[in-house]
């Protein structure tokens, strides 16, 4: 039975990626912060109906020591890495700690691989944002990074020491650049998240305006659970390479937003407020991957569409926010 490890288990794709190892008969294994054992209803929610069938460890990425001796004891086949703190916006309000984080534990997680189990195959979770300021509309894996936030900084360190540990310690090690990607299971504080669950609350009678930043950013939107299920196809091939992960789409956040409220049968510009204080200091204005390679190498191209993504995360959440307001 192959073992995998997964950082950010807890996270969106940490989940689906943990289901979907799971079907595959893997033996999967988490890295979680010692304060979600404390705190399990808030902390591990995502992972809730599969804990039984898990393993958890805890350890922190900002400790080498830590990730060291997961790494010893487990001894996986393969690691996937996607443990960040993901949230563009607070990178900009603490940029010290986003960049701790993220730059040191994927220098942690991918020396401890070296040091202990240099066989096993490495997923390095990096993101469009590497991009930031384009130089060229679709973003192919090609496309020089100009990144314009410090999340989008610390993920162009973590693509180039992935990229340095293929090269010079020949680990199989691979960079999956992932466009934005959004579920049901999306945190609450991303724009996507906002809106549906706004929707709902507004729905419902509990909300009576969402407040958003800038309207026209246009982002290539995709499912998660697709996604993830790319990261796996990519640690199945004989060779490491990197690829886009992506729709090759792009819809701005205005049409996110009046397809949210459409669902719900409402007129968005009622219940939407633009706020100037929720535009980044430095905003990316469009974003749309290139999936040629991954397509004609791996096989795998996006199914669900963009108009099906936001119905489901709307549908979701209106169907929460019934059940609470029953109660």
Not at 194 to 199: A, E, N, P, T
Request: glycine share 6%; aromatic share 12%; hydrophobic share 35%.
């Amino acid at each position: 039975m192959k073992k995998a490890l997964v950082t950010g288990i807890t996270g969106q794709d940490g989940s689906y990626l943990a289901e979907l190892l799971l079907e595959k008969g893997y033996e999967v294994h988490g890295i979680v912060r010692r304060v979600a054992f404390e705190d399990q209803e808030h902390r591990l929610w995502r992972i809730k109906h599969i804990k039984d069938k898990i393993n958890l460890h805890c350890g922190s990425m900002e400790s080498y020591a830590s990730i060291y001796n997961i790494v010893e004891k487990v001894q996986p086949d393969e690691c996937y890495h996607l443990a960040a703190q993901s949230f563009v916006s607070y990178s900009f309000e603490d940029e010290f700690s986003t960049l701790n984080t993220n730059i040191n534990g994927t220098m942690h997680i991918l020396s401890a691989i070296k040091n202990r189990k240099p066989d096993c195959k490495f997923y390095f979770a990096a993101s469009s944002e590497m991009f930031g300021h384009v130089f060229e509309t679709p973003q192919k894996e090609s496309t020089p990074f100009n990144p314009r936030s410090p999340y989008g900084i610390s993920k162009v360190v973590g693509y180039y020491f992935t990229k340095n540990y293929r090269e010079a310690y020949n680990i199989f090690a691979c960079n999956g650049i992932c466009f934005n990607h959004e579920s049901p299971r999306r945190g609450f504080e991303f724009v996507t998240r906002k809106i549906s669950r706004g929707v709902a609350m507004i729905k419902f009678g509990l909300l009576d305006k969402i407040k958003l930043g800038n309207l026209e950013a246009k982002r290539d939107w995709g499912y998660a659970p697709e996604y993830v299920e790319a990261m796996y196809l990519m640690l199945q091939q004989d060779k490491p390479e990197d690829y886009i992960i992506a729709t090759g789409e792009t819809h701005s956040v205005k049409e996110f937003v009046e397809l949210a409220f459409e669902v719900a049968e409402l007129n968005w510009e009622e219940y939407v407020e633009m706020d100037r204080n929720l535009f980044r200091p430095a905003e990316v204005y469009e974003l749309r991957g290139d999936i040629t390679k991954i397509k004609q190498n791996l096989g795998w191209q996006p199914k669900v569409k963009f108009e099906e993504l936001v119905k489901v995360m709307v549908e979701n959440d209106m169907k929460e926010i019934h059940k609470i307001k029953r109660k």
